[in-house]
């Protein structure tokens, strides 16, 4: 009987325990930011989110690793930020790595935190977007020199694996391809009938895994 006794109290001890510990170990919880996604174009790998509230005394702490390893790191520009996106270029540079991002809201005013939001996995080599090249003409004896400009910032980055084409329109919609050879972004073009009229287009392809660009906008003339 007194054993019982003494299990009941300390049941009540134990439970009269947690009963205080509990809510007091555990703040209010901030609604997390929503839509947690890396958004990368040649390359320059951005985490954007959303804000969970119209609060604006939110502030953002964003942390990435490398997939399969178990420490979450810091991204040094990006604690205690208020705007809503992250440049995580230059730790997500290795474009054949799979990586991760997580972000969470703190809210000054009630000094909340909000839980870790996990970012879907991020390849920069197969989920970066590559944008268009520009695409200039000069008219000469020797016949249409076409040179092809992708942004500096994939030059900088891909350099030699850079390829280019370009698409030669003809009046009735009939297209012709040039390839470029690797790393050479000029080529004459000078079989094209006179009194045709024609418009070029390029796109950039990056080996090997035969990415492309879309095309650039069209520029068209008639041979004189
Ligand atoms: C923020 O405010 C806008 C308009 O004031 C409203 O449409 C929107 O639903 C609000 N968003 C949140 C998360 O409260
Ligand atoms: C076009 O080609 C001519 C002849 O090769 C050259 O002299 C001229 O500088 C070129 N113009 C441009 C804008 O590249
Ligand atoms: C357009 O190109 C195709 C294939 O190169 C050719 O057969 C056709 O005659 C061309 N049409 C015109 C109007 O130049």
């Not at 790998?45 to 939110?58: A, G, R």
């Not at 030059?155 to 280019?164: A, E, F, N, Q």
Request: charged residues 15%; aromatic residues 8%; positive net charge.
């Amino acid at each position: 009987m007194a054993c019982l006794l003494l299990g009941a109290v300390l049941v009540l001890l134990l439970l009269g325990t947690l009963s205080v510990c509990v809510p007091t170990q555990i703040p209010a919880m901030l609604a997390p930011p929503t839509q947690v996604r890396f958004k990368s174009m040649d390359y320059t790998n951005i985490l954007h989110w959303t804000s969970p509230t119209n609060s604006s005394s939110l502030q953002y702490y964003v942390q990435w690793k490398i997939y399969g390893e178990l420490n979450w790191l810091d991204v040094d520009d990006c604690q205690g930020i208020v705007k809503h996106q992250c440049d995580l270029s230059s730790v997500t540079s290795d474009t054949r790595e799979w990586y991760y991002a997580r972000v969470r809201a703190t809210s000054l005013s009630t000094s909340s935190k909000s839980a870790w939001v996990l970012s879907p996995r991020f390849s920069p080599r197969w989920d970066t977007e590559i944008s268009a090249p520009a695409l200039k003409l000069n008219f000469t004896l020797q016949g249409i020199v076409v040179r092809v400009k992708p942004p500096r910032v994939l030059v900088r980055k891909m350099h030699s694996s850079l390829h280019h084409q370009i698409f030669v329109i003809n009046n009735s919609g009939e297209e012709e391809v040039f390839e470029m050879a690797c790393c050479s972004n000029k080529l004459t073009l000078k079989k094209l009938i006179h009194n045709a009229k024609y418009c070029l287009e390029a796109q950039t392809i990056i080996f090997p895994q035969a990415k492309t660009s879309a095309r650039s906008s069209a520029k068209c003339f008639t041979m004189l």
